[in-house]
């Protein structure tokens, strides 16, 4: 027995030599993993207390695995409106998740084992990721032998699209997540929602899932779910050979739109944050957390530049003049971008001015009547409640709310009524005040003369329908509410980028008659010529 023991001994050395070297170039890909890929990594060095134990299976890792998008990459999503019709919408995108892929050594990696490994991603389904398993096994196959991390994680970020087929599109509808329903039977049964497994390292990577079981609904007597596009009988889901290191990496109930654009949008904050920008108005380099970006257009400025520029606008009543101010641009600054760059006083002034704004614009929604109050209130059926101070009023003459009463004054009627108040006997006068007050009348007197007045010099914006007044000038109108250029001649919307070319085309009704209309001042030039004839003698 003795001499059998001596005779079985030297294997042992043996084996120990090779997985001591085994262990040191684990120990150098782990070193080399972390210093290349810095915090997409995470090394996990075994369970607590087993730090000195190379041949703990648990070494390994975790790896963030972010993909180089193609330009104008998008997602394809889908959804119906109340006729029934499927609209597609695409999303531009530069960033999507991270593939994971967690591993650990087997004490023999690399001399005989390959890594365990599993792959987890929200935007790539089961068979997807399956491929990209086998994949990495091919890749084993021919580096066997060799560590093979770098070359599984370079595959991964540079190849795996192309590998997938994909080119510039993301669908969505491929990549619904799907779970059996319990109670199914080998002639019955619905796959629906998630069909994550979270197992790891199983020795037949290639077998069927033993997915999760929830309570299936709207099945059928013959096993079809009504109207369900995603569902698959039991038999069907049993002859998917769905890699078992593949793991779709979310819930049945997952917004997967919102959560890519979510997360892009995260993305893009960051690396603007850390990139230098030159402001276009100051031209000063800055980091880009002391820039704001406008959009769809996405021009760069300081922060300090436009802290001032919206300030001086707000202060100055231009409420829709919070625009990029490149030239010929339309973006608009957002809100959130408002109450970030100006003291909470103005942020709070053009909040206000902007809600009234558009309450201006609504026919159904007026401000209280209390001069104290004008809170936003609805109107219903000529009545309307103030939601802060509670008064009712009536819509049409704006006094408390009068029942079946007629109002005092009726807008049809006040003009009629002006007329004999103003060009009247004085006994009409006076027989008038005494049905509706004096005081009253005179309000209605100054209303009425403004409104005679307003139609007689004023037009109104062929835009926003604002009422505006031409004091002076050439024909070439801006409308202070809404920004836009228009001919006061035709009253039409005139090029922002060429809005003299109305006034130069031939063929336009407005030709030659930019200034047409303007009070000639032919005396003030021939005084003027007079004085300088004496002054040259």
């Known amino acids: 027995?003795?001499?059998?023991?001596?005779?079985?001994?030297?294997?042992?050395?043996?084996?120990?030599?090779?997985?001591?070297?085994?262990?040191?170039?684990?120990?150098?890909?782990?070193?080399?993993?972390?210093?290349?890929?810095?915090?997409?990594?995470?090394?996990?060095?075994?369970?607590?207390?087993?730090?000195?134990?190379?041949?703990?299976?648990?070494?390994?890792?975790?790896?963030?695995?972010?993909?180089?998008?193609?330009?104008?990459?998008?997602?394809?999503?889908?959804?119906?409106?109340?006729?029934?019709?499927?609209?597609?919408?695409?999303?531009?995108?530069?960033?999507?998740?991270p593939i994971y892929l967690h591993f650990t050594y087997p004490p023999t990696y690399p001399s005989e084992q390959p890594p365990n490994f599993t792959i987890s991603c929200k935007w790539l389904n089961r068979s997807q990721l399956t491929q990209l398993c086998q994949q990495l096994d091919t890749l084993w196959t021919d580096n066997e032998g060799s560590v093979v991390m770098f070359t599984w994680v370079q595959f991964l970020k540079d190849e795996s699209l192309a590998q997938?087929?994909?080119?510039?599109?993301?669908?969505?509808?491929?990549?619904?997540?799907?779970?059996?329903?319990?109670?199914?039977?080998n002639t019955s049964g619905?796959?629906?929602?998630?069909?994550?497994?979270?197992?790891?390292?199983?020795?037949?990577?290639?077998?069927?899932?033993?997915?999760?079981?929830?309570?299936?609904?709207?099945?059928?007597?013959?096993?079809?779910?009504?109207?369900?596009?995603?569902?698959?009988?039991?038999?069907?889901?049993n002859s998917l050979n769905f890699d078992s290191r593949a793991i779709q990496d979310i819930g049945p109930k997952t917004n997967i739109l919102r959560l890519l654009r979510d997360y892009d949008e995260e993305m893009r904050k960051q690396v603007f944050g850390v990139k230098t920008f030159e402001c276009k108005v100051c031209f000063i380099d800055k980091l880009g957390?002391?820039?704001?970006?406008?959009?769809?257009?996405?021009?760069?400025?300081?922060?300090?530049?436009?802290a001032s520029y919206f300030s001086v606008q707000i202060s100055e009543g231009n409420i829709k003049l919070l625009r990029c101010p490149e030239d010929n641009c339309e973006s608009e600054a957002n809100p959130k971008q408002v109450q970030e760059l100006v003291p909470e006083d103005l942020y709070k002034r053009w909040?206000?001015?902007?809600?009234?704004?558009?309450?201006?614009?609504?026919?159904?929604?007026?401000?209280?009547?209390?001069?104290?109050?004008?809170?936003?209130?609805?109107?219903?059926?000529?009545?309307?409640?103030?939601?802060?101070?509670?008064?009712?009023?009536?819509?049409?003459?704006?006094?408390?709310?009068?029942?079946?009463?007629?109002?005092?004054?009726?807008?049809?009627?006040?003009?009629?009524?002006?007329?004999?108040?103003?060009?009247?006997?004085?006994?009409?006068?006076?027989?008038?005040?005494?049905?509706?007050?004096?005081?009253?009348?005179?309000?209605l007197r100054d209303e009425y003369l403004s409104m005679n007045y307003l139609e007689e010099n004023s037009k109104k914006c062929p835009k926003c329908m604002a009422k505006i007044e031409k004091i002076d000038g050439c024909n070439k109108m801006t409308c202070q509410r809404c920004s836009i250029l228009f001919c006061w001649l035709c009253m039409c919307i005139l090029n922002r980028c060429h809005p003299y070319s109305h006034y130069n085309d031939r063929n336009s009704p407005c030709f030659n008659q930019?200034?047409?209309?303007?009070?000639?001042?032919?005396?003030?030039?021939?005084?003027?010529?007079?004085?300088?004839?004496v002054f040259l003698d």
């Open 1 to 97: 027995m003795f001499l059998h023991t001596m005779a079985t001994c030297p294997v042992l050395p043996e084996r120990l030599r090779s997985m001591s070297l085994d262990s040191e170039e684990q120990d150098d890909e782990l070193l080399a993993l972390a210093s290349i890929y810095e915090e997409s990594f995470t090394s996990v060095q075994g369970q607590e207390g087993d730090q000195a134990d190379p041949y703990n299976e648990s070494r390994g890792g975790e790896l963030a695995i972010s993909l180089d998008l193609p330009q104008e990459f998008s997602i394809l999503s889908r959804h119906t409106d109340e006729n029934g019709t499927v609209l597609e919408q695409r999303t531009t995108v530069e960033h999507l998740p």
């Open 164 to 185: 997938l087929g994909f080119t510039d599109t993301l669908d969505l509808e491929n990549i619904k997540p799907l779970r059996l329903s319990s109670g199914a039977s």
């Open 190 to 237: 619905l796959v629906v929602g998630d069909m994550s497994d979270e197992s790891s390292g199983a020795t037949n990577h290639s077998g069927k899932n033993n997915c999760d079981t929830s309570v299936s609904c709207g099945v059928s007597s013959s096993g079809e779910s009504a109207g369900a596009s995603s569902t698959l009988t039991l038999s069907r889901h």
């Open 289 to 306: 957390q002391n820039c704001i970006e406008f959009w769809p257009c996405r021009h760069v400025y300081c922060k300090d530049c436009m």
């Open 351 to 443: 909040d206000e001015m902007l809600l009234n704004s558009t309450l201006s614009a609504m026919g159904d929604i007026q401000p209280c009547p209390r001069i104290h109050c004008q809170y936003p209130a609805t109107i219903e059926e000529g009545q309307g409640q103030c939601p802060s101070c509670k008064f009712v009023f009536c819509g049409i003459c704006r006094f408390g709310w009068h029942g079946v009463d007629p109002c005092r004054l009726k807008h049809s009627e006040s003009k009629k009524i002006m007329e004999i108040y103003i060009n009247g006997e004085q006994e009409d006068k006076q027989r008038l005040e005494e049905q509706y007050g004096k005081k009253y009348l005179c309000l």
């Open 514 to 533: 930019l200034f047409m209309g303007m009070a000639e001042e032919d005396d003030f030039w021939d005084d003027s010529d007079d004085e300088m004839g």
